[in-house]
């Protein structure tokens, strides 16, 4: 990926989202911390990771994240099949997050994003 995007976006549960809101700092889910780092993803690369990791989810908190006030601390490697993914090397603070959504699954199964959100 020559240029990196102005936004990335993590995809949370809802209560660890909550524990976050109350702190200040969102220190990652339970893959997150095993792995060591916070995974996070482009817009073209959240319907994968939405469809790998949250298949059987039914209501998630999608948050779109300024890369840039990440620091040295978001590296950008290589993952699943290839593709160079951010991850971040400690807590997100919440000052770094541009906006979040509570979304639920539609009567269709489908998830339904805000019209300019993966932008």
């Known amino acids: 990926m020559s240029q990196r995007p102005s936004r990335i976006y993590k995809i949370a549960d809802p209560a660890d989202w909550g524990a976050a809101l109350l702190s200040g ?3 990652g889910s339970e893959h ?8 996070f993803s482009t817009a073209d690369q ?39 993914f951010p991850h971040l090397y400690g807590d997100l603070p919440l000052s770094a997050v541009i906006e979040a959504h509570l979304l639920s699954r539609g009567a269709d199964g489908e998830w339904t994003l ?6």
């Open 25 to 27: 700092t969102y220190t």
């Open 114 to 119: 805000p019209g300019d959100f993966l932008s």
């Open 46 to 84: 959240t319907p994968g990771t939405l469809f790998r990791h949250f298949a059987e989810a039914t209501r998630l908190i999608f948050a779109a994240v300024d890369p840039g006030a990440l620091g040295e601390a978001l590296k950008w490697e290589q993952s699943r099949g290839g593709e160079d």
């Open 32 to 39: 997150d911390r095993r792995d060591g780092f916070i995974h």
